[in-house]
Every structure is written in structure tokens, then in C-alpha cells.
């Protein structure tokens, strides 16, 4: 049987896909990356996002969210607009939401007041959630402390074993094992493959196959073969290749596993 992929996070909406998107999503497809997660984080992407997984039905599912980057774009008024998003049959996560100190350093409180005011959205909608954690240039700018203290008291308790994802995972093994055992998988995509990433090579080691999603984030961050260039959800077997070889188990192993992890998460499609 060919092997089947999720991409878990990819930004197909971005003008980057204007002039070819629905090619790039079938070339995918041709690959096996047959179901994908469009990120739409911001309210002017939530209806891009719902056109996207209406035209491919069979494909495409949805997170809807205010990410942190976009938080000049929220205001409480935008709250049951999102809630709407949340009830479409497309919906399947919250997000992707979080704290980025790299490129909104200087709005920590706002940014933790986004942050906790769309978190009982997953109670309210039975929906796991994307995160994004990204420090800031500085080391007291630590994303990722403040969010998984930030999660301490978040209230969702599903009975399943995953209650998101920290995605495009880039944080210590400290942090990764903080996230893990609150019930968080981890996101991996091609940053896996860049060259300086040892230490992140041997968190992912160390979580384990059972711990694990593929995700490209595209169109940022290919895989280091095509560095510089857009990155697309057909990349996601060159990323489980190279996760398959560190980890020491088959291609199809990897891509079974990543698999059924992706849909315990965010339910199968
Ligand atoms: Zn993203």
C-alpha cells in the first residue's frame, strides 16, 4: 500500500500560491500528502480558509485562530465571528495561536491576553489546538516558558491523549517534555533537516515517533535542500525521510505513525 501523509500546517492561502495553488495541492496529493491543514490565523484569512477546504472536500480541513503576529487585525468584536468559524464542518483545531518575541517582543501582555481569551474555545467547540511559540532574540524573551506556564491552568481535558500541538517545534527538550506530558505533540517540519539543528534532532529523538506530527508551515522554512525557495506541502515525504533515517524506522513506519498521530489529534478526514 503507498503511504499516506497529513501535512499538519500549511498557509496554502498565502499570495505566495496565487498563481498555482490548486496544482501544488494536487502535486501533493500525487505524492501521498493527501490531507492537509490550511492555518487560517487571522479573521482576514477564516473565509479563504473555509473556500480552500470547500474546494477540495476530501483534503482540506481548517484551524481558525488569531495568531500573535496578527493581533492588530483583533478586537473582542471578532470573538463570534471566530466562534462561527469554529462550528463549520471543516473546523478541526483552534489556531494557530501562541507568543512570538521574535517579531512582537514588545506586546507580552497583549499577546497572553490573545492567548487566554481564545483558549476556552477548545472547551466550548471539543477542539485541540495549533500553538505557535517562537523566543525572542534575547534569552530572557523565552516564548516558550511563558506559554507552557501560560497552560498550567488551561481547563481542556479531552479524553484522548493529544490536546494540541506545539508547532514548528523549535524549544528545548525541557520544554518539549513540559509540552508532552500536558498532552502536546510536536510539530516537525523542515527545520528538522537544517544543519544547525543537532539539539533538535535529538528532542525529537527523544520524544519519539509516538510523539509527532509532519507539518511544513509553508510557504516559510523548506527543507534544507531547497532553502531559500517557497516551501510546499510535497516536501512533507523529504522531512519524514529525514526523521525516518534518524530515528532509525522505515519510511512507511514514520508515515503510518505521524499518520494515525494527525488524526488522534485532530480527528481522521
Ligand atoms: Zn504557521
Not at 480558509?49 to 492588530?72: Q, S, T, W
Given at each position: 500500500?503507498?503511504?499516506?501523509?497529513?501535512?499538519?500546517?500549511?498557509?496554502l492561502?498565502?499570495?505566495?500560491?496565487?498563481a498555482?495553488?490548486?496544482?501544488?495541492?494536487?502535486?501533493?496529493?500525487?505524492?501521498?500528502?493527501?490531507?492537509?491543514?490550511?492555518?487560517?490565523?487571522?479573521?482576514?484569512e477564516?473565509?479563504?480558509?473555509?473556500r480552500?477546504?470547500?474546494?477540495?472536500?476530501e483534503?482540506?480541513?481548517?484551524?481558525?485562530?488569531?495568531?500573535?503576529?496578527y493581533?492588530?487585525?483583533?478586537?473582542?468584536?471578532?470573538?463570534?465571528?471566530?466562534?462561527?468559524?469554529?462550528?463549520?464542518?471543516c473546523?478541526?483545531?483552534?489556531?494557530e495561536?501562541?507568543?512570538?518575541?521574535?517579531?512582537?517582543?514588545g506586546?507580552?501582555?497583549?499577546?497572553?491576553?490573545?492567548?487566554?481569551?481564545q483558549?476556552?474555545?477548545?472547551?466550548?467547540?471539543?477542539?485541540?489546538?495549533?500553538?505557535?511559540?517562537?523566543?525572542?532574540?534575547?534569552?530572557?524573551?523565552?516564548?516558550?516558558?511563558?506559554?507552557?506556564?501560560a497552560?498550567?491552568?488551561?481547563?481542556?481535558?479531552?479524553?484522548?491523549?493529544?490536546?494540541?500541538?506545539?508547532?514548528?517545534?523549535c524549544?528545548?527538550?525541557?520544554?518539549?517534555?513540559?509540552?508532552?506530558?500536558?498532552?502536546?505533540?510536536?510539530?516537525?517540519?523542515?527545520?528538522?533537516?537544517?544543519?544547525?539543528?543537532?539539539?533538535?534532532?535529538?528532542?525529537?529523538?527523544?520524544?519519539?515517533?509516538?510523539?509527532?506530527?509532519?507539518?511544513t508551515?509553508?510557504?516559510?522554512?523548506?527543507?534544507?535542500?531547497?532553502?531559500?525557495?517557497?516551501?510546499?506541502?510535497?516536501?512533507?515525504?523529504?522531512i519524514?525521510?529525514?526523521?525516518?533515517?534518524?530515528l532509525?524506522?522505515?519510511?512507511?513506519?514514520?508515515?503510518?505513525?505521524?499518520?494515525?498521530?494527525?488524526?488522534?489529534?485532530?480527528?481522521?478526514?
Amino acid at each position: 500500500m503507498c503511504m499516506v501523509f497529513v501535512e499538519t500546517h500549511a498557509h496554502l492561502n498565502d499570495p505566495a500560491f496565487n498563481a498555482d495553488r490548486n496544482e501544488v495541492i494536487g502535486r501533493a496529493a500525487g505524492l501521498g500528502v493527501s490531507k492537509m491543514i490550511e492555518i487560517a490565523c487571522a479573521p482576514s484569512e477564516w473565509a479563504q480558509g473555509e473556500r480552500l477546504a470547500a474546494a477540495f472536500p476530501e483534503m482540506v480541513r481548517c484551524a481558525f485562530g488569531v495568531h500573535p503576529e496578527y493581533i492588530k487585525e483583533f478586537s473582542p468584536a471578532v470573538m463570534p465571528e471566530l466562534e462561527n468559524y469554529l462550528q463549520k464542518a471543516c473546523a478541526v483545531a483552534v489556531g494557530e495561536i501562541g507568543l512570538d518575541y521574535w517579531w512582537e517582543a514588545g506586546r507580552k501582555a497583549e499577546q497572553l491576553a490573545l492567548l487566554e481569551s481564545q483558549l476556552p474555545l477548545c472547551a466550548k467547540f471539543s477542539k485541540p489546538v495549533v500553538f505557535h511559540a517562537r523566543n525572542g532574540k534575547t534569552p530572557e524573551l523565552n516564548a516558550y516558558a511563558d506559554l507552557l506556564e501560560a497552560l498550567k491552568s488551561w481547563e481542556y481535558r479531552p479524553a484522548k491523549r493529544f490536546r494540541g500541538v506545539l508547532h514548528c517545534f523549535c524549544g528545548s527538550w525541557a520544554d518539549a517534555k513540559i509540552g508532552l506530558d500536558m498532552g502536546l505533540a510536536l510539530g516537525v517540519n523542515g527545520t528538522f533537516t537544517y544543519k544547525k539543528n543537532d539539539g533538535l534532532r535529538e528532542t525529537i529523538r527523544k520524544a519519539g515517533l509516538d510523539n509527532i506530527i509532519l507539518e511544513t508551515d509553508c510557504p516559510y522554512l523548506p527543507p534544507q535542500s531547497s532553502r531559500g525557495k517557497r516551501n510546499d506541502p510535497s516536501f512533507i515525504p523529504e522531512i519524514a525521510a529525514a526523521v525516518a533515517a534518524h530515528l532509525g524506522v522505515g519510511n512507511e513506519a514514520l508515515a503510518d505513525k505521524t499518520t494515525a498521530n494527525s488524526f488522534e489529534l485532530f480527528g481522521e478526514f
